[in-house]
């Protein structure tokens, strides 16, 4: 537990610089632990010190740690989700950051309203246009909102995006305040959605992804190792 909590320190401390420069409330930014690589023990210290949001990229492992560590996290689902695993992530779920097609979107609702509930979502835009991410074109926005109003069970809470892989700051920051400022565009255009969340930043580039509006930071490695 010493070194996660060395670890955990010192991503505190950088959130906080982070938020100084930004000149935001320290509250508005929520660490998502990715537990990808991690063991129980691992997670178990990990919530001991107070992180209660957990993300994980596999149903299969969602489904093993969320009956497996202590206490009750809030459980968040950052993979591409196929359609055979959605029955395993929406009951244990909050959050599920990673819808970027309709087909995808009717399916979680058809689930969740046959357990009566009500699935929070972000969608995934591919900001950097990469071919190995997943995630929709910045340009369909618009019409994928227009078309996941529809769903009862489907509460629309943000976007997610990932930053491309590199040492050019400059660029990943371009890719941040892109997503930013296409949450703000949605708001001023869908009034009634009131779009809150921005998951974006992981263990590289979380203190950039925060002074460019970050709500939620996926972070695994600088946690763990």
Not at 23 to 42: E, F, H, M, N, P
Not at 125 to 132: F, G, L, Q, R
Not at 178 to 199: C, I, Q, V, Y
Not at 215 to 220: E, K, L, P, Q, Y
């Amino acid at each position: 537990m010493e070194k996660i909590a060395i670890n955990l320190m010192k991503i505190n401390t950088d959130i906080r610089r982070a938020c100084e420069i930004a000149g935001r409330d320290l509250a508005s930014v929520r660490i998502v632990a990715a537990t990808k690589y991690a063991d129980i023990g691992q997670i178990n210290s990990l919530l001991e010190l107070g992180v209660t949001d957990l993300g994980e990229n596999k149903a299969d492992d969602l489904v093993l740690k969320s009956k497996t560590v202590n206490g009750k996290p809030v459980w968040h689902f950052f993979g591409h989700l196929q359609s055979n695993k959605i029955k395993k992530v929406v009951p244990i779920a909050q959050y599920i950051h990673s819808v970027d097609n309709i087909e995808t979107l009717s399916k979680i609702n058809d689930f969740a309203k046959s357990i009566g509930k009500i699935q929070k979502i972000l969608i995934e835009i591919n900001i950097a246009d990469e071919e190995t991410k997943f995630g929709i074109n910045i340009d369909n926005i618009n019409k994928f909102i227009m078309n996941s109003v529809k769903y009862v069970n489907i509460e629309v809470c943000g976007l997610m995006t990932m930053a491309p892989y590199t040492d050019n700051y400059e660029r990943i920051r371009s890719v941040f305040k892109t997503l930013a400022g296409t949450l703000r565009d949605l708001n001023n255009s869908f009034k009634k959605l009131n779009l809150s969340e921005l998951s974006m930043g992981m263990s590289n580039d979380y203190t950039i992804a925060i002074e460019e509006g970050a709500t939620m930071v996926r972070i695994g490695s600088a946690i763990f190792n």
